[in-house]
């Protein structure tokens, strides 16, 4: 059955406005320059309520939640969202309590902050909580959101650790399952700026059904149906290893660099999509096939 809810996952880095310097300044335009054509906006716009839309802000993946949730929470309201949670799950108790089952119910979005993605799924996988929160994607509309750890986590599995300088020594990507909201895809964040490009094309030569998603900072994926936009202000990187012709994988040490044939790779920008069953990519502002203003 296909998901009725919507995801958002982000790169990372969200342009939200700097709330937690010291320089803060009321007028905060000059914190936040990324409005109109702006993630955060995005999110508050495809949900279902709109500025009225019960937003929770999970900082359970950051070691510093103290800090990022009042920020994502200013930010959200800046925009016009009128309620704007922070959720601080800790622990796996917390996490099958009523309370925060309740909580989930009552939510429109879910916005998962950048931390860890091991710590993520280690405190919420399996608890009630994101029994919860599957059960509404897959049946209403709702939107999980995720930036950086909560991007990666998404997935129905994901990398966990990886160094990028070495990512095509064999074995040196390590991956575990994510919180299952997508299939047959792994993402990887802040993915340009960190020159994570290896770690996807080992991910996918490892199993080449699986789509590679690189997301670039203050970049992200809306993913509605089958197909996913790219938003934000930066470049989507998509690995397909369908048409693999040749590898060494299984005929090398571990540590002992990998060898991959005819793998393909795309590279979006701002309202390219790519439509997950059919695999074809479309290039919105096309030099040779422009696609019309209104389809």
Do not use: C, W
């Not at 009523?98 to 799924?121: C, E, K, S, Y």
């Not at 895809?185 to 996807?200: A, E, M």
């Not at 012709?245 to 701002?270: A, C, F, R, W, Y």
């Amino acid at each position: 059955m296909k998901a009725v809810g919507k995801l958002m996952i982000i790169g990372g880095a969200v342009n939200k406005g700097s709330f937690a310097e010291t320089e803060y300044d009321q007028n905060v335009e000059k914190n936040l320059n990324f409005f109109e054509r702006g993630i955060l906006r995005k999110i508050i716009d495809e949900s279902r309520l709109k500025k009225d839309s019960v937003i929770e802000v999970i900082t359970t993946a950051s070691q510093i939640p103290q800090i990022v949730g009042p920020e994502y929470k200013k930010a959200f309201e800046f925009l016009g969202a009128k309620t704007v949670n922070i959720l601080d799950i800790q622990n796996r108790e917390q996490a099958n309590s009523d309370a925060m089952v309740a909580r989930a119910n009552a939510a429109d979005v879910v916005m998962f902050t950048g931390g860890d993605q091991l710590r993520l799924t280690s405190i919420l996988g399996g608890t009630r909580f994101h029994e919860a929160i599957l059960v509404k994607y897959q049946e209403q509309n709702f939107i999980y959101a995720g930036t950086s750890a909560g991007a990666a986590a998404a997935s129905e599995n994901m990398i966990y650790q990886g160094s990028s300088s070495e990512a095509l020594l064999k074995g040196e990507i390590k991956t575990t399952q994510g919180l299952g909201f997508i299939e047959n895809v792994i993402v990887d964040t802040h993915f340009v700026q960190r020159g994570r490009i290896g770690r996807l094309f080992q991910s996918v030569v490892n199993n080449p059904r699986t789509l590679g998603i690189g997301l670039g900072e203050d970049t992200g994926l809306y993913i509605s149906g089958d197909r996913m936009t790219a938003i934000g202000s930066g470049l989507v990187i998509l690995v397909d290893g369908r048409f693999i012709k040749d590898t060494n994988l299984t005929k090398i040490q571990l540590g002992e660099p990998i060898s991959i044939d005819n793998l393909t790779v795309h590279v979006m920008s701002q309202n390219d999509y790519f439509d997950l069953k059919t695999k074809e990519f479309t290039i919105v502002n096309s030099q040779y096939n422009p696609i019309p203003q209104d389809s």
